[in-house]
Structure formats: structure tokens, C-alpha cells
């Protein structure tokens, strides 16, 4: 629906006869235009950027052993991550699209025609950028540093699980060096079928054990390797002697290949922000990092969200100081584009000076201001012009 739709092409003088009324229309029809368009860039961007991690947990995971549920737990607690990305990038995107069309449609034109400056046409923008900014804000916060530390415990998990190490049909696998593993099916109860054991480790000796059934069991802190119905063959590296032995039943003690990986390091991005922010020391004891990397993990995860409203803003104020042309956006575009290169420039600078000095942690927000005090320069440049053009046609 457009904007001339939505007031039955009235002339635009006219819609500001019934006072505030109509002027709050406008922002409801500018802020569903933005909020639709930003749910369609946030699913695009989302899905481009956890498909691109998805290849590559399937790569890892699915050679390892692991099962497609395991690859779908772990794309899932990916995606709050991706989040603190996608949002400034969908915010910047949709300002972008919409304005530009409303610019097509020659709908800021009437707007200004009626008496709109860019100062309150700003409005819609500013309060789409800055509910995108709490929402980013409750995801850097609270839930980015939760789904990070389940995905590290996850991925601990995972790497001590036995199933996903050993059990892999129809491979020739090494748990450990000189020895190789050999499963030719699995049943649905956890049976191994036509197992295959080489254990070189020894250089006197090389054992070779095979077996029709085989399953692993735990016993405390060690696993172990039950074979029935098999062969042991032995090898005497000096002599060459060959010497076989049948057996019903033999355990093997595979703890050594089933090593058990346990991390407790704690990471600065697993931790709580309100720990971050109520006991630093504790903090920096627990992960072995200095004040300035603390605060700056901190200051990040209150400063990321910002982009989001400095996205919008950034992206109207800059396309609104052209002219009504339809195809003379590009410059305006670029122009924004440059401001955002110029950001995060700032924002590489600020880091450093921040580590060297965790004193100067105002420095973290700099590049935000620049964002700002660039919106505001186009706004009154686009108010200039618009005033200096009544002037002319008066």
C-alpha cells in the first residue's frame, strides 16, 4: 500500500487540518514499511550468514560421527551470535530500501510540501533504530553469552564422547597412533558387528585382534572394549613368528584412546554481564585476562546494540540531502557506505587505545558519536536546502 493509497490522494496540505492526528498516521505508515522490510533483510542476512557456519559445522561434525540432531543443536546456539551482525547490517539495509523507494514514489516530497521538516520526519527512524537497538541489546547481553557458553559445553561434550570418536561404520579410523579401529555395522541396541582391532604400539609385538560382536561399556573412569567370538594374532617383530589364539570373551581398555577432554577455563564471552559488571576481579582471576580486556568485553556488549539505531538514522540523513532524481542515489549510498568504513575505522583505533588505557573507556563509544554527529550535519544540510528552496519559489 502506498502513501497516496493511504490517503486517497488528497493534497498533502491537507492532511495536516486535523492536527497531530494525521502527522502520527505518517509514522505508523513510515514504521510499518520499516519494521516489514527489516523482518524480510533479517531473515535474508540470517540465513546467509548461518548457512555459510552450517557448511562448516557439517563438515566438522558429520565427519566426526555425530548425528544431524547434534549439527541442528549446534546451528541453533550459533544464532544468537550471529545476531549482534546481521541486526546493524538488516537495520542499515532497510533505511536504505525504504527511503529510497519513498524517495521514488516522490512521498518525501509531499511530506516536505506539507510542512514536514527533517527533523520530524527523522522520527519513525529514530524509534525503529532504537527498538532494534533493545533488542540487540537483550541478545548481547543476556542471551549471546549464554548460548556461547552451552555451545563450548556442548562442544566439550562432544569431543570426550566415545560414540562420536570410535563408532564409525565402515571407516578405518586411528584413535591413537599405531592403532586402527575397524567397525563393519552397528546394530539398534549398540552391538558391534565384524570389529577389527591393530594395536602396533608395541615395537616387539603387533597384535591384531577381530571378533564377530564386540560393545563398549564403562567401568568408573575407564572404557572398555568387550569382543566375543574372536581371533587374536600376534606378530613377533624379531622372529617373524606368526602365533593366533581364539577366544569366546576379551576385554580391552580403551581409556587411553577415549581421552577425556575437560576445560575448566572460563572465557570472557561465557560470562554473565552482570558478573562482568559486579565483580571485575573475580572475573579476571577466573579467566586470566586483564582489566582492559574485561572492559572492553563490557563496554562491547552495551555499544554493539548502538550501530543499530546509528544504521537508521545514518542511512535517512544521508539520503535525504540529494535531489529528488530517481536515479541519483548512488552518490548518497556511497556517501553512507563511507561513513560506515570511517566507523569502524574509529572503532579499531578506539580498541587499542582502550587495551593500552582501560581508563579511557569512553573512547569505545566514539565511533557511535561519529555516527551521530554525521546524521545531524546531513539533517541540517537537508534542511538548508529545503528552506533555501521556499525562498526561491516565494
Known amino acids: 500500500m502506498s502513501f497516496h493509497k493511504l490517503f486517497n490522494n488528497i493534497d498533502p496540505r491537507e492532511l495536516f487540518i486535523d492536527g497531530i492526528l494525521s502527522v502520527q498516521k505518517l509514522d505508523q505508515y513510515i514504521f510499518k514499511q520499516l519494521s516489514l522490510i527489516f523482518v524480510f533483510f533479517l531473515f535474508v542476512f540470517t540465513l546467509v550468514f548461518w548457512i555459510n557456519r552450517a557448511i562448516d559445522l557439517f563438515d566438522r561434525l558429520i565427519s566426526d560421527g555425530h548425528s544431524s540432531s547434534i549439527l541442528f543443536q549446534f546451528a541453533l546456539l550459533s544464532l544468537p551470535s550471529i545476531t549482534t551482525f546481521v541486526f546493524p547490517l538488516a537495520c542499515f539495509a532497510t533505511v536504505i530500501f525504504v527511503t529510497n523507494r519513498l524517495k521514488n514514489d516522490s512521498e518525501l516530497v509531499i511530506l516536505q510540501s506539507a510542512g514536514l521538516s527533517s527533523w520530524r520526519m527523522i522520527k519513525p527512524y529514530f524509534i525503529f533504530g532504537f527498538l532494534c537497538m533493545l533488542i540487540l541489546g537483550f541478545f548481547t547481553t543476556f542471551v549471546v553469552p549464554k ?26 579410523i586411528h584413535p591413537l597412533k599405531g592403532v586402527t579401529f575397524y567397525i563393519k555395522g552397528i546394530e539398534n541396541d549398540g552391538t558391534l558387528l565384524n570389529v577389527f582391532l591393530h594395536d602396533r604400539r608395541n615395537k616387539d609385538e603387533f597384535i591384531t585382534y577381530t571378533a564377530t560382536r564386540a560393545f563398549l561399556a564403562r567401568d568408573e573412569n575407564k572404557t572398555f ?56 576481579q573475580q572475573v579476571a582471576v577466573a579467566t586470566e585476562t586483564s582489566q582492559g580486556s574485561i572492559g572492553l568485553e563490557l563496554h562491547n556488549r552495551f555499544h554493539r546494540p548502538m550501530f543499530c539505531l546509528v544504521a537508521a538514522i545514518l542511512g535517512f540523513s544521508c539520503l535525504l540531502i540529494g535531489n529528488y532524481n530517481r536515479f541519483e542515489f548512488g552518490k548518497q549510498i ?61
Not at 556461547?148 to 571407516?171: F, I, N, P, W
Not at 593500552?356 to 551521530?372: A, C, D, M, R, T
Open 334 to 394: 556511497a556517501l553512507a557506505l563511507s561513513i560506515i568504513v570511517l566507523i569502524k575505522i574509529t572503532e579499531s583505533y578506539t580498541i587499542k587505545l582502550f587495551l593500552q588505557n582501560f581508563l579511557l573507556w569512553p573512547l569505545i563509544y566514539l565511533p557511535s558519536l561519529v555516527g551521530v554527529i554525521s546524521s545531524i550535519l546531513f539533517l541540517n544540510i537537508s534542511a538548508s536546502k529545503y528552506r533555501l528552496k521556499q525562498r526561491v519559489h516565494l
Open 225 to 280: 572394549l568387550y569382543m566375543e567370538n574372536g581371533l587374536i594374532q600376534t606378530i613377533g617383530n624379531s622372529n617373524k613368528d606368526l602365533s593366533t589364539t581364539e577366544f569366546k570373551s576379551v576385554a580391552i581398555d580403551l581409556s587411553d584412546a577415549i581421552e577425556k577432554r575437560e576445560n575448566n577455563s572460563a572465557y570472557l564471552s561465557h560470562v554473565s554481564t552482570w558478573l562482568l559488571i559486579k565483580n571485575r
Open 147 to 172: 548460548a556461547a557458553k552451552m555451545l563450548h559445553e556442548k562442544q566439550l561434550e562432544l569431543d570426550s564422547s566415545v560414540s562420536a570418536r570410535l563408532l564409525k561404520e565402515g571407516k578405518f
